[in-house]
């Protein structure tokens, strides 16, 4: 049937048939997809339009109106609530309006923050959503997964997540990860035949299953379900949404704020209990009490912290590095050591072919088109032991590698489609990290010829003939393969074997060899990576590099960025052969120095980064393959790559660098230590305020004052200076010597470094200041004292906020304007205080009065006292050497 009738024919129902009974072909014909040409793309969009998204729908996600429900269900507001209501009962009615104004105000601010961070975590979601190479009008194209219908056509190889249920058409040494899905972590080998009736779902080897994993080889398979109606989707719909766990961050917050709260309680109680026993009114007692609690206890703290983080790890996205789980970004201010893998990372990943050494002598790149039969056979063998494809708009997909090498025979003069029709592949064996090389077989005119290319130490020693049936000189061979390494060549040696028989096994693919040349790529240096590592050793960064690539090579690469090659006893590199010979105690000394790794697996990777955390480091590690992610999981910061990187390691990782740049490790790392800066900045200046109203109120009767505030107006001071002001610190930019400050230890407290005593004499100084006010103004019988006291201890917040901007930079000298959004809030905080006491009617409810100039100028200069102090503080700070900074 072609693709254009099937745009008009009845679409299939996929989820009625038992697909793994059903043969290749009538899966094909029961899906009406062309085996060769894949869906239409009329077809396509009207099934897309029948079926929907190919998504695991979530959990049930609160409501809007839920959330702003949720508001209210805070004890302590319950408590204000049923207070405000009592007030008005006996007939403060205004009382009661304005209290529940405040109340929800409040409110509508938690519920803004809320949905604010569930937008910036839903766009974080969004921007993994993983892609699938689909055959589509006969050209295979890549989609966004969740654009799949049934009947189409989907390419796996080795590292993709699967992402729909399939029927599999063709496969080559296809192995699937399954255990997401029937928890068997051994591997399964797929096979083509179909199940009989009634197989149970793990022993079904002709489907894979969307979510599954595959480990190694390729395949092909037609798309039988999607979205819920897959297998991962019939067990989503069985199980509740869970909210995602907390960070330990705010773990660690929410337990500071119950044991804040508990004494902020305390505290009220006595303050409830002492106004009674000084003949206040118990009902303004109890207003007071409740208003203060409720002002103290910072409930939200957690809630803003996630919505800092997640502003943050937005923010991060848009420098190319997706965070893909929030407590990453708390970690990236601890890393000390940054395994970084060479190619595409530390390099452009733009390989070049620079050089070739074939038997017969060196040869440059450009005079490769010599019509010499070992140099057409070199070229024959690099363009057909190559799996680069073009897409349909001519763009050349696959391993830079192999695409420097379809480039070089190309420019040979090679028609690369028209040789590979001509020497169609009949079988393979894929590289594999142990093997370190990869063979093809191909056959034309009955004639059998296997090609095989690969690591030098992994080829040369299968050779036994050079062109012209003279025996090969292993050790000349790798001589030279050693001298091109040594410029910064990555070296690949290429054979050949002609098989007499039709169906030669596996093993003799590999064996008898007749070596052709040796293939020397160039990829260099990206520009930024050399700054970026002297960036990471400047921030106490140690940068380390695994590669697989010859110890030479690595070595030339690592001089050229910066990475010192010092190593123990003047072992500068350490080589996979090397960490085989050693044991773990052996490996954590070497680990302590060595900071270049060559010709390593993927797996002992894992060995790596165990030897580097055992002596205390904090390990963010880079991969991109299938056997990079137990690594990654290991590491305390796993990167997956982005644009190269698999499926799998991007499932395994922490941090996703969406441009494969080393350079945007160390942004990450830079941005997360900004971020957990401004927490702390954050909580230091919330606890600060809090504190400064729970004295205020609590010691002025020791000092014989009255009641410095009313309820109306804490709950008002909270209000407008917990709210913006806070929120703003989050846009607070990185202080100019954020990337000198040695790692942070991941144990260190929130409130480390002495930022707990540093709040606790601040919140002391500025219930001084507001006391010291209101004992002025009383003595002066200014009638105005209260509302001072009002406008005092709201400015001092601000005044406080604009200097901790920085623990030891001067406001001065980092700029008003370096932070607007900061700027901003204070500004709108000062004209809505003047609001509240300058206009008439609103002041009367805040029982406020218009202040004289002269009160105001007092009020401004008073606040301003606590400005002038941590602006000395931090004076002091400069002059002292080698102070820690708490910022």
Same mark, same amino acid.
Request: charged letters at 15%.
């Given at each position: 049937?072609?693709?254009?009738?099937?745009?008009?024919?009845?679409?299939?129902?996929?989820?009625?048939?038992?697909?793994?009974?059903?043969?290749?072909?009538?899966?094909?014909?029961?899906?009406?997809?062309?085996?060769?040409? &894949?869906?239409?793309?009329?077809?396509?969009?009207?099934?897309?339009?029948?079926?929907?998204?190919?998504?695991?729908?979530?959990?049930?996600?609160?409501?809007?109106?839920? +959330?702003?429900?949720?508001?209210?269900?805070?004890?302590?507001?319950?408590?204000?609530?049923?207070?405000?209501?009592?007030?008005?009962?006996?007939?403060?009615? @205004?009382?009661?309006?304005?209290?529940?104004?405040?109340?929800?105000?409040?409110?509508?601010?938690?519920?803004?923050?809320?949905?604010?961070?569930?937008?910036?975590?839903?766009?974080?979601?969004?921007?993994? /959503?993983?892609?699938? %190479?689909?055959?589509?009008?006969?050209?295979?194209?890549?989609?966004?997964?969740?654009?799949?219908?049934?009947?189409?056509?989907?390419?796996?190889?080795?590292?993709?997540?699967?992402?729909?249920?399939?029927?599999?058409?063709?496969?080559?040494?296809?192995?699937?990860?399954?255990?997401?899905?029937?928890?068997?972590?051994?591997?399964?080998?797929?096979? +083509?035949?179909?199940?009989?009736?009634?197989?149970?779902?793990? @022993?079904?080897?002709?489907?894979?299953?969307?979510?599954?994993?595959?480990?190694?080889?390729?395949?092909?398979?037609?798309? %039988? /379900?999607?979205?819920?109606?897959?297998?991962?989707?019939?067990?989503?719909?069985?199980?509740? !949404?869970?909210?995602?766990?907390?960070?330990?961050?705010?773990?660690?917050?929410?337990?500071? *704020?119950?044991?804040?709260?508990?004494?902020?309680?305390?505290?009220?109680?006595?303050?409830?209990?002492?106004?009674?026993?000084?003949?206040?009114?118990?009902?303004?007692?109890?207003?007071?009490?409740?208003?203060?609690?409720?002002?103290?206890?910072?409930?939200? #703290?957690?809630?803003?912290?996630?919505?800092?983080?997640?502003?943050?790890?937005?923010?991060?996205?848009?420098?190319?590095?997706?965070?893909?789980?929030?407590?990453?970004?708390?970690?990236?201010?601890?890393? %000390?050591?940054? $395994?970084?893998?060479?190619?595409?990372?530390?390099?452009?990943? =733009?390989?070049?072919?620079?050089?070739?050494?074939?038997?017969?002598?060196?040869?440059?790149?450009?005079?490769?088109?010599?019509?010499?039969?070992?140099?057409?056979?070199?070229?024959?063998? +690099?363009?057909?032991?190559? =799996?680069?494809?073009?897409?349909? %708009?001519?763009?050349?997909?696959?391993?830079?590698?192999?695409?420097?090498?379809?480039?070089?025979?190309?420019?040979? !003069?090679? =028609?690369?489609?028209?040789?590979?029709?001509?020497?169609?592949?009949?079988?393979?064996?894929?590289?594999?990290?142990?093997?370190?090389?990869?063979?093809?077989?191909?056959?034309?005119?009955?004639?059998?010829?296997?090609?095989?290319?690969?690591?030098?130490?992994?080829?040369?020693?299968?050779?036994?003939?050079?062109?012209?049936?003279?025996?090969?000189?292993?050790?000349?061979?790798?001589?030279?393969?050693?001298?091109?390494?040594?410029?910064?060549?990555?070296?690949?040696?290429?054979?050949?074997?002609?098989?007499?028989?039709?169906?030669?096994?596996?093993?003799?693919?590999?064996?008898?060899?007749?070596?052709?040349?040796?293939?020397?790529?160039?990829?260099?240096?990206?520009?930024?990576?050399?700054?970026?590592?002297?960036? $990471?050793?400047?921030?106490?960064?140690?940068?380390?590099?695994?590669?697989?690539?010859?110890?030479?090579?690595?070595?030339?690469?690592?001089?050229?960025?910066?990475?010192?090659?010092?190593?123990?006893? *003047?072992?500068?590199?350490?080589?996979?052969?090397?960490?085989?010979?050693?044991?773990?105690?052996?490996?954590?000394?070497?680990?302590?120095?060595?900071?270049?790794?060559?010709?390593?697996?993927?797996?002992?990777?894992?060995?790596?980064?165990?030897?580097?955390?055992?002596?205390?480091?904090?390990?963010?590690?880079?991969?991109? !393959?299938?056997?990079?992610?137990?690594?990654?999981?290991?590491?305390?910061?796993?990167?997956?790559?982005?644009? *190269? &990187?698999?499926?799998?390691?991007?499932?395994?990782?922490? #941090?996703?660098?969406?441009?494969?740049?080393?350079?945007?490790?160390?942004?990450?790392?830079?941005?997360?230590?900004?971020?957990?800066?401004?927490?702390?900045?954050?909580?230091?200046?919330?606890?600060? $305020?809090?504190?400064?109203?729970?004295?205020?109120?609590?010691?002025?009767?020791?000092?014989?004052?009255?009641?410095?505030?009313?309820?109306?107006?804490?709950?008002?001071?909270?209000?407008?200076?917990?709210?913006?002001?806070?929120?703003?610190? /989050?846009?607070?930019?990185?202080?100019?010597?954020?990337?000198?400050?040695?790692?942070?230890?991941?144990?260190? !407290?929130?409130?480390?470094?002495?930022?707990?005593?540093?709040?606790?004499?601040?919140?002391?100084?500025?219930?001084?200041?507001?006391?010291?006010?209101?004992?002025?103004?009383?003595?002066?019988?200014?009638?105005?004292?209260?509302?001072?006291?009002?406008?005092?201890?709201?400015?001092?917040?601000?005044?406080?906020?604009?200097?901790?901007?920085?623990?030891?930079?001067?406001?001065?000298?980092?700029?008003?304007?370096?932070?607007?959004?900061?700027?901003?809030?204070?500004?709108?905080?000062?004209?809505?205080?003047?609001?509240?006491?300058?206009?008439?009617?609103?002041?009367?409810?805040?029982?406020?009065?218009? #202040?004289?100039?002269?009160?105001?100028?007092?009020?401004?200069?008073?606040?301003?006292?606590?400005?002038?102090?941590?602006?000395?503080?931090?004076?002091?700070?400069?002059?002292?050497?080698?102070?820690?900074?708490?910022?």
């Amino acid at each position: 049937m072609s693709s254009t009738s099937m745009a008009h024919a009845k679409p299939p129902a996929p989820q009625a048939t038992a697909w793994y009974t059903l043969p290749p072909e009538e899966a094909l014909t029961a899906l009406q997809s062309d085996p060769a040409e &894949g869906l239409s793309p009329e077809t396509a969009a009207a099934r897309a339009r029948q079926y929907g998204l190919n998504e695991i729908l979530e959990g049930k996600s609160r409501s809007r109106l839920s +959330i702003l429900v949720a508001q209210f269900g805070d004890f302590m507001i319950m408590l204000l609530i049923g207070a405000a209501i009592l007030s008005g009962i006996i007939g403060n009615i @205004e009382d009661t309006a304005v209290i529940l104004a405040i109340v929800i105000l409040n409110a509508v601010v938690g519920f803004l923050q809320e949905v604010r961070a569930a937008n910036a975590v839903a766009a974080l979601r969004r921007m993994t /959503a993983p892609t699938a %190479t689909v055959l589509r009008g006969g050209h295979p194209q890549t989609l966004p997964a969740t654009a799949l219908v049934p009947g189409d056509l989907v390419l796996l190889e080795a590292g993709n997540a699967v992402p729909a249920d399939l029927r599999l058409l063709e496969i080559a040494g296809l192995q699937m990860g399954e255990a997401a899905l029937t928890g068997e972590s051994t591997p399964v080998l797929k096979q +083509i035949p179909a199940s009989p009736p009634g197989t149970l779902l793990p @022993e079904r080897l002709c489907m894979a299953y969307k979510g599954t994993l595959v480990l190694s080889g390729r395949g092909r398979g037609v798309v %039988t /379900a999607t979205g819920m109606e897959t297998e991962l989707g019939k067990i989503a719909a069985m199980l509740e !949404g869970a909210p995602p766990g907390r960070t330990p961050l705010q773990l660690r917050l929410a337990q500071f *704020g119950r044991q804040i709260a508990t004494a902020a309680l305390v505290i009220c109680a006595l303050i409830f209990i002492t106004g009674l026993l000084r003949g206040e009114a118990p009902l303004l007692m109890l207003l007071t009490a409740l208003s203060l609690a409720v002002a103290a206890i910072p409930e939200a #703290l957690p809630g803003v912290v996630t919505v800092l983080l997640a502003l943050g790890a937005s923010q991060m996205a848009q420098a190319k590095a997706l965070v893909r789980r929030l407590p990453a970004v708390e970690t990236l201010g601890s890393v %000390t050591t940054i $395994c970084s893998d060479k190619t595409g990372t530390l390099t452009l990943n =733009d390989m070049q072919l620079i050089e070739v050494w074939t038997p017969s002598g060196p040869l440059t790149a450009t005079a490769l088109h010599q019509d010499t039969h070992a140099t057409s056979e070199l070229l024959r063998a +690099i363009l057909l032991c190559n =799996d680069s494809t073009l897409d349909e %708009t001519g763009t050349l997909l696959g391993d830079p590698t192999e695409t420097a090498l379809w480039h070089a025979a190309t420019a040979a !003069g090679f =028609d690369v489609p028209a040789e590979r029709a001509h020497w169609p592949r009949v079988s393979e064996r894929q590289f594999d990290s142990e093997r370190r090389r990869m063979t093809t077989l191909h056959q034309k005119d009955g004639r059998l010829v296997s090609y095989t290319k690969g690591a030098p130490e992994a080829v040369v020693p299968l050779c036994t003939t050079i062109p012209g049936a003279q025996p090969a000189d292993a050790n000349v061979i790798m001589q030279q393969a050693a001298a091109m390494a040594a410029n910064g060549l990555r070296v690949l040696a290429i054979a050949r074997k002609p098989h007499a028989t039709p169906s030669p096994s596996p093993a003799a693919l590999e064996t008898e060899l007749e070596f052709l040349g040796l293939a020397g790529l160039l990829d260099p240096p990206r520009p930024e990576a050399a700054i970026a590592v002297a960036t $990471c050793r400047q921030a106490g960064i140690r940068p380390v590099m695994i590669t697989g690539d010859h110890p030479a090579t690595a070595r030339a690469i690592a001089r050229a960025l910066g990475i010192p090659d010092d190593g123990i006893n *003047g072992a500068a590199v350490l080589t996979g052969h090397d960490l085989q010979t050693m044991d773990d105690n052996a490996l954590r000394r070497h680990v302590a120095r060595t900071n270049i790794y060559a010709r390593v697996d993927p797996a002992q990777k894992i060995r790596i980064v165990t030897a580097l955390q055992s002596n205390g480091e904090i390990v963010a590690m880079t991969g991109d !393959g299938v056997n990079d992610a137990p690594a990654l999981a290991r590491a305390d910061i796993g990167v997956a790559m982005g644009k *190269g &990187g698999t499926d799998v390691a991007r499932e395994a990782a922490s #941090l996703v660098l969406l441009d494969d740049n080393f350079a945007t490790i160390v942004a990450a790392v830079r941005e997360g230590r900004r971020i957990y800066d401004n927490i702390r900045k954050f909580v230091r200046f919330v606890v600060a $305020c809090n504190s400064a109203e729970i004295w205020a109120i609590f010691l002025a009767p020791f000092f014989s004052l009255p009641m410095p505030l009313l309820p109306i107006q804490i709950l008002w001071i909270n209000l407008v200076t917990d709210g913006l002001p806070g929120l703003a610190l /989050a846009a607070e930019p990185a202080e100019a010597d954020i990337m000198s400050r040695p790692p942070r230890p991941p144990r260190e !407290g929130l409130f480390a470094g002495g930022m707990g005593f540093e709040v606790i004499w601040t919140g002391l100084i500025m219930a001084a200041i507001t006391l010291l006010t209101q004992a002025a103004a009383i003595r002066a019988q200014d009638t105005h004292w209260q509302t001072m006291v009002f406008t005092v201890l709201t400015l001092v917040q601000m005044w406080q906020v604009m200097a901790i901007r920085s623990s030891h930079i001067s406001l001065f000298q980092q700029g008003l304007l370096s932070n607007k959004k900061l700027l901003g809030a204070v500004l709108l905080t000062f004209f809505l205080q003047l609001a509240v006491i300058y206009t008439p009617g609103l002041n009367q409810v805040f029982n406020a009065q218009p #202040l004289t100039l002269a009160e105001l100028a007092l009020a401004i200069g008073a606040s301003s006292l606590i400005f002038i102090l941590l602006e000395t503080v931090k004076w002091v700070r400069r002059r002292q050497a080698g102070h820690p900074p708490l910022g």
